[in-house]
């Protein structure tokens, strides 16, 4: 069985567990795809020196301390990587293996990022948790592994906002009629994943002449794909009038274009994507 199309749900034990699990579990059932149960460890810090009391301490009672921290040191690692099984063993049991093609369970090591990019050639959608925090003041920045992931991996990505996945009922594209939407749009019109939901291009704030004709040429495109698909303008800044429109929609889910790759272009566009991430409180997403 070729594993080049399967959906990684990227597991971090943290709120959202869970609904990564079910949320790739419902897209790879829904594009009868591999899945796979992924963990990638990061050694932990060191733990910060005792102090130097070597004035002090006797050469040989120092090195008796140093060796008990690195003894201390491994231990943590192996309460670690135990943890980390027993996350992925009790992941494993949410998932109902007799409706997708196969399961892996995967427990690597590095870098969340590295590790991707190194199963990307056989990756079809890789979905993650956002860390969650209730206060809207912490929120200021999208948690930099989301947003690590998001500016280097070329697969689409899903972003669970909330610690429960509700299957979507239907989509909504975020629409600014710049290239990375347009692309987006392509993607959307290609995507088994959103196919026989409806959907609906959303733009925000006051659209050119020539923005709404860009919207209705997307909204032809993808009708002519099969898609169901509606359109409206909604005023305000596009970070707070789309998760409003997205709440009250009901569980739909968002679909981004990533950053756009110019530098100035990465700069407004990549801190509204990074906002409406980080703001959204429905699955999020990111299509090139």
């Known amino acids: ?23 790739a579990f419902w897209a790879a059932q829904r594009v009868q795809a591999p899945m796979a149960l992924l963990h990638a ?44 099984r027993r996350m992925l063993d009790e992941a494993r049991t949410r998932v109902d293996t007799s409706s997708i093609p196969s399961l892996q369970v995967l427990l ?12 990307e050639p056989q990756a079809r959608l890789f979905v993650l948790g956002r860390r969650h925090r209730a206060s809207a003041a912490r929120r200021l920045r999208l948690d930099h592994r989301v947003e690590s992931v998001i500016r280097n991996v070329r697969q689409p990505v899903m ?6 996945f509700i299957p979507p009922q239907g989509f909504v594209v975020a629409f600014d009629a710049s ?40 909204q032809a495109q993808l009708q002519q794909a099969g898609f169901a698909i509606d359109t409206q303008v909604v005023p305000g800044l ?11 929609r009901g569980n739909w889910l968002l679909v981004l274009g990533a950053y756009g790759h110019s ?13 409406l991430l980080r703001l959204c409180t429905v ?6």
């Open 238 to 248: 596009p970070e707070e009038a789309l998760p409003a429109l997205l709440q009250a």
């Open 108 to 119: 690597r090591h590095g870098d969340l990022t590295d590790v991707l990019l190194e199963h």
């Open 41 to 84: 460890l990061e050694r932990p810090e060191p733990m910060p020196p005792v102090g130097d009391y070597s004035g002090v301490i006797g050469m040989g009672a120092q090195d008796v301390l140093l060796q008990r921290l690195n003894t201390l040191d491994e231990e943590r690692v192996q309460v670690a990587q135990e943890a980390a």
């Open 283 to 288: 699955p999020v997403v990111v299509l090139r």
């Open 179 to 218: 290239a990375t939407a347009l692309r987006a749009v392509d993607a959307v019109a290609r995507s088994p994943l959103l196919r026989g939901m409806p959907g609906l291009l959303a733009m925000a704030g006051e659209p050119s002449a020539d923005a709404l004709q860009q919207m209705q040429a997307a």
């Open 159 to 164: 972003v669970m906002t909330t610690p429960e």
């Open 1 to 23: 069985m070729s594993h080049h199309d399967t959906v990684y749900a990227c597991l971090d034990g943290l709120a959202t567990t869970h609904a990564v699990v079910d949320g």
């Open 263 to 275: 530098r100035i272009r990465q700069l407004i566009v990549g801190s509204t994507t990074t906002a």
